[in-house]
């Protein structure tokens, strides 16, 4: 894809789903990967997925909670592969389904800590990094649940609005030093994380999956695809805008 070849792409939440697949799309592309998971396991597995397909990766391991462990990834990126132009913040949880009311605070704190501000430090730490090798992209993942309210997952909703905001503000802030930042609203994706929830509410699962206007899942690949593309010159008039790609679910 335009530009990405030869460049160097940072992916929290590299270990599995969404995040895996789209280190390994920026790898199929030519890009120099540094995936970043709390997961030593499956972090370690998806560089070495890359390294099978002939792709150059680095594992590190990150706490996206933890300002110094983000600080280590981009200098690994930027000692490794001399520099970084593309990041994608994507780790994250979904927490506990509970009523409004019933949110405690050790849940709440939690999911925005993971969710939003993992987000807004990772952010922090890559832009410079980014400016200083000219200019890039990054994508951050928000959800359908950052344009829509679901019962039951205030904290995950709050959060991903969250990330909408920090992507729109980051947009203004630096599109005009070289920087586009854009989000990727995924819909229901056949991830681990949608597993988990199937597994809590299986019925429930199905009747989403019923109101979907594709009437299926998506992959973790569609997204891979959109974050690519958003950080690829052929998306070089896109900043600032929240992408769903959802089967259509958002539109109706």
Same mark, same amino acid.
Request: charged share 20%.
């Given at each position: 894809m335009n530009g990405i070849d030869g460049g160097v792409a940072l992916v929290t939440g590299a270990a599995s789903g969404i995040g895996r697949a789209t280190a390994q799309r920026f !790898? @199929? @592309?030519?890009?120099s990967v540094v995936a970043a998971d709390i997961d030593v396991e499956g972090g370690e597995e998806t560089v070495s997925q890359i &390294? +099978?397909?002939?792709? &150059?990766?680095?594992?590190? @391991?990150?706490?996206?909670?933890d300002e110094s462990d983000l600080t280590t990834a981009v200098e690994t990126a930027v000692d490794t592969y001399d520099g970084l132009d593309f990041a994608f913040n994507n780790a994250g949880i979904e927490g506990?389904?509970?009523s409004f009311s019933e949110q405690d605070d050790a849940n709440w704190n939690q999911v925005l800590d993971i969710n939003l501000n993992g987000v807004f430090f990772a952010m922090r730490e890559e832009i410079p990094a980014i400016l200083e090798s000219g200019g890039g992209a990054i994508v951050n993942t928000s959800s359908i649940a950052g344009i829509l309210g679901f019962p039951n997952? +205030?904290?995950?909703?709050?959060?991903?609005?969250?990330?909408?905001?920090l992507t729109k503000t980051a947009a203004v802030e630096f599109s005009s030093d070289g920087l586009r930042v854009n989000a990727v609203l995924p819909g229901v994706i056949e991830t681990p994380m949608v597993a988990r929830s199937g597994e809590q509410d299986p019925e429930a699962t199905e009747q989403t999956i019923a109101g979907i206007p594709a009437s299926r899942l998506g992959q973790p690949e @569609?997204? !891979?695809? !959109?974050?690519?593309?958003?950080c690829s010159e052929d998306a070089s008039y896109v900043t600032g805008q929240p992408l769903p790609v959802d089967g259509g679910y958002s539109i109706q």
């Amino acid at each position: 894809m335009n530009g990405i070849d030869g460049g160097v792409a940072l992916v929290t939440g590299a270990a599995s789903g969404i995040g895996r697949a789209t280190a390994q799309r920026f !790898a @199929e @592309e030519g890009a120099s990967v540094v995936a970043a998971d709390i997961d030593v396991e499956g972090g370690e597995e998806t560089v070495s997925q890359i &390294e +099978s397909g002939g792709g &150059e990766a680095t594992f590190v @391991e990150t706490d996206v909670t933890d300002e110094s462990d983000l600080t280590t990834a981009v200098e690994t990126a930027v000692d490794t592969y001399d520099g970084l132009d593309f990041a994608f913040n994507n780790a994250g949880i979904e927490g506990d389904q509970v009523s409004f009311s019933e949110q405690d605070d050790a849940n709440w704190n939690q999911v925005l800590d993971i969710n939003l501000n993992g987000v807004f430090f990772a952010m922090r730490e890559e832009i410079p990094a980014i400016l200083e090798s000219g200019g890039g992209a990054i994508v951050n993942t928000s959800s359908i649940a950052g344009i829509l309210g679901f019962p039951n997952l +205030s904290p995950y909703v709050a959060s991903k609005h969250g990330v909408v905001g920090l992507t729109k503000t980051a947009a203004v802030e630096f599109s005009s030093d070289g920087l586009r930042v854009n989000a990727v609203l995924p819909g229901v994706i056949e991830t681990p994380m949608v597993a988990r929830s199937g597994e809590q509410d299986p019925e429930a699962t199905e009747q989403t999956i019923a109101g979907i206007p594709a009437s299926r899942l998506g992959q973790p690949e @569609e997204i !891979a695809s !959109a974050v690519v593309w958003l950080c690829s010159e052929d998306a070089s008039y896109v900043t600032g805008q929240p992408l769903p790609v959802d089967g259509g679910y958002s539109i109706q």
